[in-house]
């Protein structure tokens, strides 16, 4: 039976600190700098948002493997238009001001890239209509100008 230890994290994507892991990790005859290294390898396309990362370590064989799963569509919104939060403050709102930004399909494609490999979905068509579906739920946020339900209906 292997002795397998598994971790789960939370991380700065791209900016992973082991801090208080590394003394664990390296009693158990693990490079903690080559870990990280990976771990900022592998998530540095999601630079700005936290991204949750498995580290699973083979104690016996001293392998590791890191698992990242893809941030929430909501958080890879933010990360597109270039905004803080997905709301629109009651002061914006009184000034008549009700769309927070607006999603090409090239980046509604993008986002159903990352997302397809955690929802095990090859099919590109199927993970865009998932996503334009949570992106539906955001308040303010449009897809080519139009209300994502109205692109739900095009595809």
Do not use: H
């Not at 396309?45 to 498995?54: A, D, I, M, P």
């Not at 303010?140 to 109205?150: A, C, Q, S, T």
């Amino acid at each position: 039976m292997m002795d397998m230890e598994k971790i789960n994290l939370i991380v700065d994507a791209g900016k992973v600190n082991l801090g208080q892991l590394s003394s664990k990790i390296s009693s158990l005859g693990f490079n903690v700098a080559e870990i990280q290294k990976e771990i900022n390898e592998k998530t540095k396309e999601f630079s700005g948002l936290k991204v949750n990362v498995t580290l699973i370590l083979d104690k016996e064989n001293k392998k590791y493997e890191i698992k990242v799963k893809a941030p929430s569509v909501a958080d890879l919104v933010k990360k597109e238009l270039g905004v803080e939060i997905l709301k629109i403050s009651e002061e914006d709102k009184q000034k008549g001001k009700a769309i927070i930004g607006n999603l090409t399909i090239e980046q509604v494609k993008k986002i159903a890239k990352i997302k397809a490999e955690d929802l095990g979905e090859k099919d590109l068509k199927k993970v865009m209509k998932m996503v334009i579906g949570s992106i539906n739920t955001l308040q303010g946020v449009l897809i080519e100008g139009k209300r994502p339900k109205d692109i739900l209906k095009e595809l």
